[in-house]
């Protein structure tokens, strides 16, 4: 496993922007996908963005397409959170998270999680 770890979170007002930052270390970095997910109090947690081992085309919750955007550098270890245009309803705990090459469909190292709180 890949060990992941999340900073960045914060208090910002409604509008603001953030960036998240998740620092990998451990197995070679490029065989992983990477993902951010966030877990709001009394809600389950939720994929919002995802990105595969080449940048290429990344993934999106449909509920904050066009104010994420997910980004990783291979050569430093590191995939990024853009955060704009916050909303009250982003507020959460967001955990980075890594799936392997060889099953991408299930995230096997997780972060400890960094808050983000929205004030309106």
Do not use: H
Request: net charge positive; aromatic share 10%; charged share 20%.
């Amino acid at each position: 496993q890949v060990q992941l770890v999340e900073s960045g979170g914060g208090l910002v007002q409604a509008g603001g922007s953030l960036r998240l930052s998740c620092a990998a270390s451990g197995r070679p970095f490029n065989f992983y996908r990477m993902g951010w997910f966030r877990q709001a109090p009394r809600k389950e947690r939720e994929c919002v963005a995802a990105i595969n081992w080449s940048g290429s085309n990344p993934d999106y919750a449909d509920s904050v397409k066009g104010r994420f955007t997910i980004s990783r550098d291979n050569a430093k270890t590191t995939v990024d959170l853009e955060i704009n245009s916050l909303k009250p309803e982003d507020t959460a705990v967001y955990y980075c998270a890594a799936a392997p090459a060889s099953n991408l469909g299930v995230w096997t190292s997780w972060g400890q999680g960094t808050q983000v709180t929205v004030s309106s």
